[in-house]
């Protein structure tokens, strides 16, 4: 499976992005997809996750009220709206891929079984 992270940029505190991730090389339908990120000099934290349907999410603290996961799987696509950025969002985003629909273990980075790359994010104060 190969992930490809796209919508990074710099964008000032209070602002939006919308992160894609597009999928290739198994059925995307079968995958339940996770957003995670790493800041400079911190470990990589998860971010939200989404089951195979789209019928179930899973959310950081930090992040719920603010970023929405949704998915196309018409498009083979995962998304993550991120709205109200903060400067503590700043961070390379990277999205994640597991052959499960369970997402009650979203958070821990060992139930993905296929990474991309990451999209830079940098929220100006």
């Known amino acids: 499976v190969q992930l490809q992270a796209s919508g990074g940029g710099l964008v000032q505190a209070g602002g939006s992005l919308r992160l894609s991730c597009v999928a290739s090389?198994?059925?995307?339908?079968?995958?339940?997809m996770g957003w995670f990120r790493q800041a400079p000099g911190k470990e990589r934290e998860f971010v939200a996750a989404i089951s195979w349907s789209g019928g179930s999410t899973a959310y950081a603290h930090s992040v719920k009220g603010r970023f929405t996961i949704s998915r196309d799987n018409a498009k083979n696509t995962v998304y993550l709206q991120m709205n109200s950025l903060k400067p503590e969002d700043t961070a390379v985003y990277y999205c994640?891929?597991?052959?499960?629909?369970?997402?009650?273990?979203?958070?821990?980075?060992?139930?993905?079984?296929?990474w991309g790359q990451g999209t830079q994010v940098t929220v100006s104060s």
């Open positions: 090389g198994r059925t995307f339908s079968d995958l339940s």
């Open positions: 994640a891929a597991a052959a499960r629909d369970d997402i009650r273990q979203a958070a821990a980075e060992e139930e993905y079984d296929y």
